[in-house]
């Protein structure tokens, strides 16, 4: 069966660069949840979407945005990147009918 | 704040023993409780859910035990094997909703 699509699996960047890092979700799903994690943490919401639409906002900084398109993928955009940034970033899918949250394989960012 | 709190924050067994983890939330609107298993460099995999209009759900070795009275949940995972050795996490959702995480449990299963 068909998973959700992170790309790139690992990124590096330096300090005040910008990342851009794509989700592909599970055909069907038309929700798109991103959550970052820091070595030894719970996932942190940053942000989800609907339909195209911001669903919820989580402790996301100002620096970062995201869409999601018309087909469904999703991109958070990160800017005048930080140290602090470095984590795994998830995306994660589901239905709107159904509320079962499939992750991706996460995106690892390290930032120098 | 933590919407979630989940303990213990690490946990040893003995192979075939019994592995609990525990967890409580305050929001009564919650109505999923999903939990995940995660491997180092992995994302999160969805092990099983429950919803409030049952106590009790279980997927082979994996149950979860639900409290609605006492806003508590729990998984036990019976004849814990090596293999189950991981981050555990609990999750809470209002459906269609941000999940929030409970701050994970590391299993290690004692061969």
């Known amino acids: 069966a068909a998973g959700v699509i992170q790309s790139p699996r690992h990124l590096i960047k330096e300090k005040r660069e910008t990342a851009t890092l794509k989700c592909y979700p599970i055909?069907?799903?038309?929700?798109v949840y991103w959550y970052q994690q820091g070595p030894g943490q719970d996932p942190q919401f940053l942000i989800s979407?609907?339909?195209?639409?911001?669903?919820d906002k989580g402790s996301i900084p100002d620096r970062f945005s995201a869409q999601q398109f018309s087909d469904y993928h999703s991109e958070l955009n990160m800017s005048s990147l930080e140290l602090g940034d470095s984590a795994l970033y998830f995306c994660?899918?589901?239905?709107?009918?159904?509320?079962?949250?499939?992750f991706g394989q996460g995106t690892r960012l390290t930032v120098v | 704040q933590q919407q979630v709190k989940q303990s213990p924050q690490s946990l040893i067994v003995q192979k075939g023993g019994i592995s609990i983890i525990n967890c409580a939330y305050e929001n009564t609107a919650f109505d999923y409780f999903p939990w995940y298993q995660q491997f180092p460099g992995k994302g999160p995999a969805l092990l099983i859910a429950i919803r409030p209009d049952v106590s009790e759900k279980k997927e082979g070795r994996f149950t979860i035990s639900f409290n609605k009275s006492a806003k508590q949940f729990s998984l036990h995972i019976m004849d814990s094997q090596p293999g189950d050795s991981a981050t555990y996490f609990c999750a809470a959702a209002n459906t269609g909703n941000q999940f929030y995480f409970g701050t994970g449990t590391s299993l290690t299963v004692i061969p």
């Open positions: 994660a899918s589901s239905s709107g009918s159904r509320t079962e949250a499939f």
């Open positions: 055909p069907r799903h038309d929700t």
């Open positions: 979407f609907y339909e195209k639409m911001q669903s």
